[in-house]
């Protein structure tokens, strides 16, 4: 058959997360794992997942930033073609298309902890940022209600979706294990939510990973219950949601959930209106679950669960 | 009402959300569709899909990286509606809201066929890994298949080759690069008159030289189907074989058949030509080496080459009386256009040294460099092994190279070494022409013929080259151009593959008779006195 020939084309990535580079090393293979329109990304054995962003997505835990034109789904990539990696570069042979790390910000996925006045701040925006968040919710296409969108108070849609009811009756047992700090409990407790609910990430893995951003940001002494929840990961729930969460579990997070964590508790109000509303933007509904999680999170830890709790339906 | 309850798992799923979303809320606002739940199959899932009343049987192996789609509806009708809908959603996406000023190109096959509206082909060229997948979707949907990509598994072939009989349609490939589809050309294929002539072959090159020939002779295709290059393993058994012959019997287009194969495993033989002989149309079967007495004593019309295939098919078309079958080594004295094939040889031979004695065949159809070796060995017998016939888009040559049709540089690298090599007295070269071959195949040639030449007389040395063009006036090269090219750098041409090899043969034959002579004058008498004869061995 004619051969037809792939002109190689570098890319620079603009941003890349600083435990990455090391990981890579001298030298790793890997697979192409899923493609999507503005990501794609890399099994590198034995279980982790890169996955290589439009700059738009913003910082990824496991992520490089690069630009490689408005679909990723026409670079002539498929599942299973070979990757090399190594610190300075990601190859992927079949396709031509390589990308250069050398240049890329170096960004870290911590999450800075609040300063002392965190607390105050969110006690006395609290009960405006749940109206707030429950009217975006609602004003938003009837999707984005599907995922948990039905916990967050006000919010007055149909019954409550199975995943979120059962979601709802978690959270509720979490309320009351977390402050007891008893790390352990909680994380049995939080396990029902890996795998719960639509979407590639899951609804319970999003919120728990809002939950986790939340009590690390505070600085909460049951921060670490994410760990035990998700050990089995990889086996109750996709690659990719696993993989997020085994971040979030070592107190590793994305740009944009860093960004609505500063914001929530920072001491801006201004700020927070517009980092709400591109929080429920995220993907379909997991934008929505996180702020769940975080909300319910930031409420544990600074004590303002809300007399009409909202997750007590 | 009782709800019916249907489920299917799409194994390492990966959508993103919005787009799972859409598919949801779409099957859910369905008439009649009561709940749908489309989520990942991890265990909490499935937990609340037993819960909701949606889990089935044939969601229990499913994984977390698997999309379980599972519906509830008022009855089976509406639920398996629903669930073909969401695959049809699944195989592809709903155009996306793209910025008015950008339209997105169709990505996969769902997405063509929206767009087109009406398909009922799909021309697939991908790596062999993927094209099985594409092929099965393709004939999912009802579409025929025309498949370039090789390096696809057998038993893919046989799978997608079995459904696609079941469901009536054509499974043309894997490695199959010409068909000529309702007057529409495909892959590799010449611009020819339509007409009566249906060919079905599993040679491309076969499928090409027949054609060509046909229109040569004022006929014209009906169809020409391809079947891949090894559909008439036993294993495969013939398949598209048989479902091109059901085809063409049954279309009023066609008057007469011509199947094209090397010969076929005897079991698929067998099966073939006994449909072939209970058809209502005849049918002239070329079996590329194989036994013409089985294929006659069927009451079928055996063809040896290419070029008898054409003329019989040809001539039944036009209604005129078939040509006595041809046997290979047969010498046919009076080429139509008047000049006689012995005296060209004869002279050629006569300019040629005495050391110089071999036949360089540097070929780009494999099918046409297999007929050649046939009529090099039915008219030199033994001594055919001496001689060199290469097909050069054969993998060996290929692996990282263009094919030679397409470029020329190799066949170029090898026509300089054969000018060069003192032993050659004849290089004999296939020129393709058509809508996948370059823009001027003679063209490109020329200037490597020239050199090989030149080098030859520096050494005191000429060199016959002959060739055949394979193509007609409506190709995009222009048949008569291309020929003119070649006849203008000393190019001796026939009209055909097998005409070209018997010339070359014949050549080689006089220069061997010659060769035990002592002068050049002894040596041209007895080539004059062998080609008189009309002997060749």
Request: charged share 20%; hydrophobic share 50%.
């Amino acid at each position: 058959m004619p051969a037809i020939a792939v002109p190689p084309r570098t890319a620079l990535a603009t941003q890349v997360s600083t435990p990455l580079p090391p990981r890579l090393g001298a030298s790793r293979r890997g697979r192409v794992h899923s493609i999507y329109r503005t990501a794609f990304n890399v099994a590198l054995p034995p279980g982790d997942l890169i996955v290589i962003a439009d700059p738009a997505l913003g910082g990824l835990p496991n992520g490089v930033l690069v630009d490689l034109g408005p679909d990723h789904r026409r670079l002539g990539l498929a599942p299973d073609q070979l990757v090399r990696l190594d610190a300075r570069s990601i190859a992927v042979p079949a396709t031509g298309l390589r990308v250069a790390l050398d240049a890329a910000v170096r960004w870290s996925p911590r999450l800075p902890a609040a300063d002392r006045g965190a607390g105050q701040r969110w006690r006395l925006r609290a009960s405006d940022v749940r109206t707030l968040v429950a009217t975006r919710a609602i004003g938003a296409s009837d999707t984005r209600s599907a995922g948990f969108g039905g916990l967050l108070a006000g919010v007055q849609s149909r019954p409550l979706p199975l995943h979120a009811a059962r979601a709802a009756s978690v959270l509720d047992q979490l309320a009351a294990a977390l402050p007891g700090d008893d790390v352990d409990a909680a994380g049995r407790i939080a396990r029902r939510l890996v795998g719960l609910g639509p979407g590639l990430t899951p609804s319970g893995d999003d919120a728990l990973i809002g939950l986790a951003a939340a009590l690390h940001a505070t600085g909460h002494p049951a921060r670490g219950f994410l760990g035990e929840a998700v050990e089995d990961a990889p086996a109750r729930t996709t690659a990719v949601a696993a993989t997020l969460l085994r971040h979030a579990a070592d107190g590793e997070f994305s740009e944009r959930l860093q960004r609505l964590l500063a914001a929530l508790l920072g001491d801006e109000d201004a700020a927070v209106p517009p980092a709400v509303e591109q929080a429920i933007a995220w993907g379909a509904t997991s934008g929505t679950d996180c702020l769940v999680g975080v909300l319910f999170g930031l409420d544990i830890a600074l004590n303002t669960v809300p007399r009409e709790s909202s997750v007590a339906r | 009402m009782t709800a019916v309850v249907q489920a299917r798992v799409f194994r390492n799923s990966y959508r993103d959300s919005v787009e799972l979303m859409r598919i949801a809320a779409e099957l859910e606002s369905m008439d009649g569709v009561l709940r749908a739940g489309l989520v990942m199959a991890t265990s909490a899932n499935c937990e609340v899909l037993t819960e909701a009343g949606l889990f089935v049987d044939s969601l229990a192996d499913a994984g977390p990286n698997d999309l379980a789609l599972a519906v509830s509806a008022s009855d089976a009708a509406v639920a398996a509606a629903a669930l073909e809908l969401a695959a049809n959603r699944l195989g592809g996406q709903a155009t996306e809201t793209a910025a008015p000023a950008q339209r997105a190109n169709a990505r996969t096959i769902a997405e063509a066929v929206a767009e087109l509206g009406k398909a009922d082909l799909a021309l697939i060229s991908t790596p062999g890994t993927y094209a099985t997948a594409e092929a099965m979707k393709a004939i999912k949907r009802g579409l025929h298949v025309f498949l370039f990509s090789d390096n696809v598994p057998l038993a893919d072939e046989i799978e997608l080759k079995t459904m696609a009989r079941r469901k009536g349609l054509l499974m043309m490939g894997p490695d199959c690069g010409t068909a000529i589809l309702d007057g529409i050309p495909l892959g590799f294929a010449n611009a020819v008159r339509r007409g009566s002539v249906g060919l079905v072959a599993a040679s491309g090159t076969g499928l090409q030289q027949v054609s060509c020939l046909i229109d040569r002779s004022g006929a014209g295709i009906s169809q020409a189907i391809g079947v891949g290059g090894r559909d008439l393993d036993e294993r495969v058994g013939g398949a598209m074989m048989l479902a091109g012959i059901e085809r063409l019997l049954a279309d009023p287009g066609t008057a007469v058949l011509v199947l094209i194969s090397k010969p076929p495993a005897e079991s698929v033989a067998r099966a073939v030509l006994e449909v072939a002989a209970g058809a209502s149309k005849p049918v002239v079967v070329n079996f590329l080496g194989g036994d013409p007495e089985a294929i006659r004593s069927m009451g079928l019309i055996a063809a040896p080459t290419f070029e008898a295939a054409a003329d019989a098919a040809a001539a039944i078309a036009l209604g005129r009386p078939v040509p006595a079958a041809m046997d290979l080594s047969a010498y046919d004295h009076e080429a139509p256009d008047g000049q006689s094939l012995l005296a060209a040889a004869a002279s050629a031979a006569s300019t040629l040294g005495a050391g110089q004695w071999r036949i360089r065949g540097l070929y780009s159809g494999g099918s046409l460099a297999a007929e050649a070796k046939l009529i090099l060995k039915a008219v030199l017998g033994a001594t055919a092994a001496r001689h060199e016939i290469l097909d050069l888009g054969d993998d060996e040559y290929t692996v990282g190279r263009p094919h030679p049709m397409i470029d020329p540089r190799l066949r170029n690298e090898h026509i300089a070494a054969a000018g060069a090599d003192p032993a050659t007295a004849v290089i004999l070269l296939d020129v393709v022409l058509g809508y996948g071959s370059q823009d001027d195949p003679a063209g490109a040639m020329v200037p490597a013929i020239e050199d090989a030449r030149a080098a030859a007389a520096a050494d005191g040395r000429s060199v016959a080259v002959v060739a055949s063009v394979c193509g007609t006036e409506a190709d995009p090269q222009v048949l008569s151009s291309q020929e003119a090219r070649l006849a203008g750098a000393g190019v001796l041409l026939a009209p055909s593959n097998a005409r070209a090899a018997r010339l070359a043969a014949s050549i080689a034959a006089l220069a061997a008779v010659a060769s035990a002579a002592t002068s050049a004058s002894e040596r041209t008498r007895a080539i004059v006195e062998q080609a008189a004869a009309g002997m060749t061995r």
